[in-house]
């Protein structure tokens, strides 16, 4: 028997059905429940009688209206903020650069993470380095009951702690001036509190291969030292550039112009992190991002891992931020299924100049493999304590979004800061701006096309998703529609950054909140069957129920349904739909 929800009462189904108030709480109509039995139909919507036996009562046209209807039933839709950004700011206005947040302290209690849901926050994470399991689960949870308690749809990243070789610690709890000249020991040596000239080096191996003469680079460039002696396993060392030691400091070995790049022994995923993934895995995380990955293989060795779990799929991010990981970008970018390019520690292991063009390449290339891409730290660092940014962060942001990035996020900004929601403003307000003026532009129109796909049904699927997009921007139709079950053709289609909105309509969870992270994929779930046109009319039925699309609005719909779903072959198309 098809259950009740409050789709079917407000399309005027006429039936009585067993439990049906349970059902109808479960799909928040919002009616006690106590077993008793509803009558429902256009007048008397929701009425509740006492103790009668039901049985499902359906007259032929309503038959037909619930048969078509019952594929909607476990459909959720948009979420509330991109539908509330869309019938405020109509389809071209709809931000499509996405915001991950950092979790932290500032940020955890259920109310503030609502908060930031509000604000735009399409993804939340948690960045494994700090804080204890009990408290990033009970983050977990809470943006779970969101999702399901308030209509969001917020992915969950977690980002591995990783073999952070090089963070020192002076001891104090907050920054020490370092003046010039003067000599400092750095050493493994484990001591509570703080000793005069004296870091503590969070690996033992610190100093392994460092010679009398080495550089050692503070956070980037905050301060900088020279070797003088090696005393065992410690450095001692004159600072030869003075500035500021931040507590957990990160630091780098330069000889001759260079890092000194090391073997050392520690592997990208340490137990440490294997034991945090699983956690993630058992808490239904959307994303692990990897931290210090320097070639494709922890991804690939994850990715295998993960292929074993009987779990939804879990999308595998790599950070770059090593020189190591530039040097095997191509590699690791296609065994990903997204990169974030982390500045932070990027801008400790590479010039702090090089840093603009890196990341517009790695941009480029992600875009070029089909990745998507997020831009990391320090977006609007001066935010952590004062409530505007600068003017250069906000140029810094902007030029992020003019690059076509996937996402822009957060760190300490949402984690400790005091202006978190506020932050998260300026980049939905920046992120708007620069759409425009892109729009404006034409400036998608200048993006570079690369051939990604080699065999004839990739490229099939390409092509299609290249036209489709193309026509969309000329003919000028208000959304995309695309059903896609693990998510390919959205992201074909979001990478030519096409002007309207990208709705993916999508039965698959993983994919639903996977695709998130893309630029301009606004995913809706929905039951898909082998019949595409059925899937088609569903789909648009769905939004126009919402009062998504309106009559008179155009739309282009792509459709992908896979060989072993389509009894016979696959297929695409695209269809021009004016919605009557
Ligand atoms: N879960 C957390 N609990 C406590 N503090 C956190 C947490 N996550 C982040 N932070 C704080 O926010 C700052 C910025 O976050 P992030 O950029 O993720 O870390 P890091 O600075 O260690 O690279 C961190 O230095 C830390 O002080
Ligand atoms: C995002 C980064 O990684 P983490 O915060 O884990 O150091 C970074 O280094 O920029
Ligand atoms: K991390
Ligand atoms: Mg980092």
């Known amino acids: 028997m098809a259950e009740v929800n409050a789709m079917m009462i407000r399309a005027g189904c006429n039936f009585v059905a067993k439990n049906p108030v349970l059902d109808l709480k479960r799909s928040g109509f919002g009616m006690p429940v106590f077993g008793r039995t509803v009558w429902c139909n256009r007048r008397t919507t929701g009425r509740v009688g006492n103790g009668v036996k039901a049985v499902m009562q359906v007259d032929l046209e309503d038959a037909e209206r619930l048969r078509r209807l019952e594929g909607l039933e476990a459909t959720l839709g948009l979420d509330i903020v991109a539908e509330r950004e869309l019938k405020e700011k109509g389809f071209l206005g709809m931000r499509k650069t996405k915001l991950v947040c950092t979790i932290g302290p500032a940020c955890s209690a259920i109310e503030d993470l609502e908060k930031l849901a509000l604000e735009g926050m399409n993804i939340a994470r948690l960045n494994m380095c700090h804080n204890s399991r009990e408290w990033h689960c009970d983050v977990i949870r809470k943006i779970k009951k969101l999702n399901e308690g308030k209509g969001f749809c917020i992915s969950v990243m977690i980002d591995t702690e990783g073999s952070q070789i090089h963070v020192v610690d002076h001891g104090a709890p907050s920054s020490i001036k370092v003046e010039d000249g003067s000599i400092w020991l750095f050493t493994a040596e484990k001591f509570e509190g703080s000793r005069p000239f004296t870091v503590q080096a969070s690996y033992e191996g610190f100093s392994e291969g460092i010679q009398v003469g080495d550089s050692i680079v503070i956070d980037g460039g905050m301060a900088t030292f020279e070797v003088i002696e090696k005393i065992g396993n410690d450095l001692s060392c004159r600072c030869t550039d003075p500035g500021l030691f931040l507590p957990r400091a990160k630091c780098s070995f330069w000889r001759d112009g260079r890092v000194v790049v090391r073997n050392h022994e520690s592997p990208t995923l340490s137990r440490k992190d294997w034991s945090d993934i699983e956690f993630g895995i058992a808490e239904g995380v959307d994303f692990i991002a990897l931290s210090f990955v320097n070639s494709a293989d922890p991804v690939k060795h994850l990715k295998n891992f993960l292929s074993t779990k009987p779990a939804k799929s879990v999308r595998v991010l790599a950070k770059i931020e090593s020189l190591e990981s530039l040097q095997n970008l191509e590699e690791i970018i296609e065994a990903s299924e997204g ?12 010039p702090l100049e090089q840093i603009p063009a890196v990341q517009e390449e790695i941009t480029s290339v992600c875009r070029e493999l089909n990745k998507p891409v997020i831009i990391a730290s320090q977006l609007l660092e001066s935010m952590v304590e004062y409530p505007t940014p600068t003017r250069a962060e906000v140029a810094d942001v902007s030029e992020a979004v003019r690059q076509y990035a996937d996402a822009l996020m957060l760190s300490g900004e949402s984690a400790i800061g005091s202006y978190g929601q506020k932050a998260l403003s300026v980049l939905q307000m920046a992120s708007c701006r620069m759409e425009l003026w892109s729009r404006e532009e034409n400036r998608e129109n200048f993006l570079p096309h690369y051939q990604l796909g080699v065999s004839l049904h990739d490229r099939i699927a390409e092509e299609i998703c290249n036209s489709a997009a193309e026509l969309a921007n000329r003919l000028s139709v208000d959304a995309i529609f695309v059903l ?12 030519n950054r096409p002007r309207p909105p990208i709705f993916a309509l999508t039965d698959d969870d993983s994919t639903r909140m996977a695709l998130n992270l893309q630029w301009g994929v606004f995913p809706l779930r929905i039951e898909l069957s082998e019949d595409i046109e059925a899937n088609i009319w569903r789909g648009i039925e769905l939004v126009k129920s919402k ?34």
């Open 484 to 495: 896609t079950t693990q998510g390919h053709m959205a992201s074909l289609l979001s990478r």
């Open 547 to 580: 009062g998504l699309v309106k009559q008179g609005d155009s739309v282009l719909v792509v459709s992908e349904i896979s060989p072993a779903r389509a009894a016979s072959m696959a297929s695409q198309s695209i269809q021009l739909k004016t919605i009557v």
């Open 339 to 350: 990169i974030m390019v982390a500045r932070g520690d990027l801008g400790v292991e590479i």
